[in-house]
């Protein structure tokens, strides 16, 4: 499975409690549109670190790097290559 649709999957199954009615594109602000709140994305860290055997540092939660399913699959990249 591409690492973007990991990530949709981990967000409508856990986030948004697999609700039917709410589609997420790649660009789509996590923010902008209500998708995850802060709660959300400490859940969505953690799961990242897990799946992606990586670690967060608190410096690296920014909008950047965690906006949206294309902006954090960029940054779990560049982690995983580092």
Do not use: C
Not at 1 to 12: F, G, L, V
Not at 25 to 40: M, N, Q, R, V, Y
């Amino acid at each position: 499975m591409e690492m973007k649709d990991q990530i949709r999957t981990y967000i409508m199954e856990n986030i948004l409690l697999g609700s039917a009615d709410q589609s997420i594109a790649d660009d789509d602000s996590f923010l902008e549109k209500g998708i995850i709140d802060s709660t959300g994305i400490l859940e969505l860290v953690a799961f990242v670190e897990d799946e992606f055997e990586i670690e967060v540092g608190d410096e690296e939660l920014i909008p950047d790097n965690f906006d949206s399913i294309e902006k954090l699959a960029a940054y779990t990249q560049r982690k995983i290559g580092n």
